[in-house]
T-cell receptor, first 115, second 113 residues
């Protein structure tokens, strides 16, 4: 069974440009999460989808970030326009159920560098 | 609100030595705790999780962690380090809403030959 996949693995863009990150969850997982790790800091939650609906987007830093999950399958995270402080590693995770002890399966991450 | 604190951003041990990575948690409700590992160029992988069934939790690759409520700790140990254990380790707690995982700042483990 394929795990969570993310594309691209690396992205280098100029400040002010737009970047779109993609996440494909494990097949059958209704729950999809985005996290990010800014250099030297903790991995922080961005948002949680249940199927195509945003269940919790309390971690989204500002309105330059837009996450979508049309059809409840893969998800995209768009940053427009990108700023220097957006650099970091963006992780996607998925889970079958929502519960405090349910494991979230993580992808390898997308490393975003904004110059 | 739940939180975890990892003591030591970098730990170095000799091959064959005991590995001890420290984690303390803060939680207003019984916590669900996790240790994740990130090997170079890979994603986060679950090592083990505490769900109140047993205080000593065994995980993959010979790692285990003990939940100590009196000390609010969930330290990760392995009796004998192997070169392949070199990675970054994250202690984490599940948010009470179950919507998100809250991570510690990570501990990078290096193994000396």
């Amino acid at each position: 069974e394929a795990g969570v996949t993310q594309f691209p693995s690396h992205s280098v863009i100029e400040k002010g440009q737009t970047v779109t990150l993609r996440c494909d969850p494990i097949s059958g997982h209704d729950n999809l999460y985005w996290y990010r790790r800014v250099m030297g800091k903790e991995i922080k939650f961005l948002l949680h989808f249940v199927k195509e609906s945003k269940q919790d987007e309390s971690g989204m830093p500002n309105n330059r970030f837009l996450a979508e999950r049309t059809g409840g399958t893969y998800s995209t995270l768009k940053v427009q326009p990108a700023e220097l402080e957006d650099s970091g590693v963006y992780f996607c995770a998925s889970s079958q159920w929502v519960s405090s002890y349910n494991e979230q399966f993580f992808g390898p991450g997308t490393r975003l560098t904004v110059l | 609100a739940q939180s975890v604190t990892q003591l030591g951003s970098h730990v170095s041990v000799s091959e064959g030595a005991l590995v001890l990575l420290r984690c303390n948690y803060s939680s207003s409700v019984p916590p669900y705790l996790f240790w994740y590992v990130q090997y170079p160029n890979q994603g986060l992988q679950l090592l083990l999780k505490y769900t109140s069934a047993a205080t000593l939790v065994k995980g993959i690759n010979g790692f285990e962690a003990e939940f100590k409520k009196s000390e609010t700790s969930f330290h990760l140990t392995k009796p004998s380090a192997h070169m392949s254990d070199a990675a970054e380790y994250f202690c984490a707690v599940s948010d009470s809403s179950a919507s998100k995982i809250i991570f510690g700042s990570g501990t990078r483990l290096s193994i000396r030959p």
